[in-house]
């Protein structure tokens, strides 16, 4: 706490909370993010986009694979998938389902 503040303010409380998000993805995931990035959806969108790329990646390079729904390729993507997705849930709060569902569109 700030010395000879006696509580701490809203404003006060939601940057901590945005500076320990910072700090999760840079250790975490190794994104790093500005203050002004973790604020804009857009970004977010873009963040949670590039954090699915290994997915599509792995996606296009086993093509025949994902056509035919392999149970191997369903294994090795699941967890890559979850990773994503719980970043997803800790970058934006409330707002995770409607980014999620804007990244997973323009990964793909």
């Known amino acids: 706490a700030i010395q000879g503040q006696r509580s701490s303010s809203p404003d006060t409380a939601k940057q901590l909370e945005e500076f320990q998000k910072i700090a999760k993805f840079q250790t975490g995931c190794g994104v790093f993010l500005t203050m ?3 604020r804009d959806q ?6 949670i ?3 699915l790329q290994p997915c599509v990646d792995l996606l296009l390079s ?6 035919s729904e392999d149970d191997a390729l369903r294994a090795n993507l699941t967890p890559k998938v979850g990773t994503a997705k719980h970043w997803c849930a800790i970058l934006c709060d409330a707002s995770a389902p409607q980014v999620w569902a804007r990244a997973v569109g323009s990964a793909a």
């Not at 857009?42 to 963040?47: A, K, R």
């Not at 086993?62 to 056509?67: D, T």
């Open 49 to 51: 986009s590039s954090l």
């Open 36 to 38: 002004s990035e973790l």
């Open 42 to 47: 857009d970004l977010q969108v873009s963040v």
């Open 62 to 67: 086993q093509r025949s694979l994902a056509e």
